[in-house]
Nanobody, 119 residues
């Protein structure tokens, strides 16, 4: 099993930036693809970004349009989401997800971090 802890959320103005981090701990922390999802009140959970466990490929939700960048450190135990040009509709709770099901390791979620973009 692994544990995930998100950090870096907060309040920014429209057009500002935030950097979210997901710290992953556990015996096999490098065996997981890592995702960011977000969920705003009254809306369903939305895919934001994904980075594969090799860190060689990444994907983004359609709304990102070049504004966000996901990265993973060399050890694989920290995943960062750099968010630029933030808009009020980016306001949501952002969740880190580690998916190791392809390797029989299970799937785990962080507790979430609030991102608020003021208009």
């Amino acid at each position: 099993q692994v544990q995930l802890a998100e950090s870096g959320g907060g309040l920014v103005q429209t057009g500002g930036s935030l950097r979210l981090s997901c710290a992953i701990s556990g015996r096999t922390f490098d065996g997981y693809h890592v995702y960011w999802y977000r969920q705003a009140p009254g809306k369903e959970r939305e895919f934001v970004a994904r980075i594969f466990r090799s860190a060689s490929n990444a994907n983004y939700g359609d709304f990102v349009q070049g504004r966000f960048t996901i990265s993973r450190d060399g050890s694989g135990n920290t995943v960062t989401l750099q968010m630029n040009a933030l808009r009020p509709d980016d306001t949501a709770i952002y969740y880190c997800n580690a998916d190791g099901r392809a390797l029989g390791l299970g799937e785990f979620w962080g507790q979430g971090v609030q991102v608020t973009v003021a208009s």
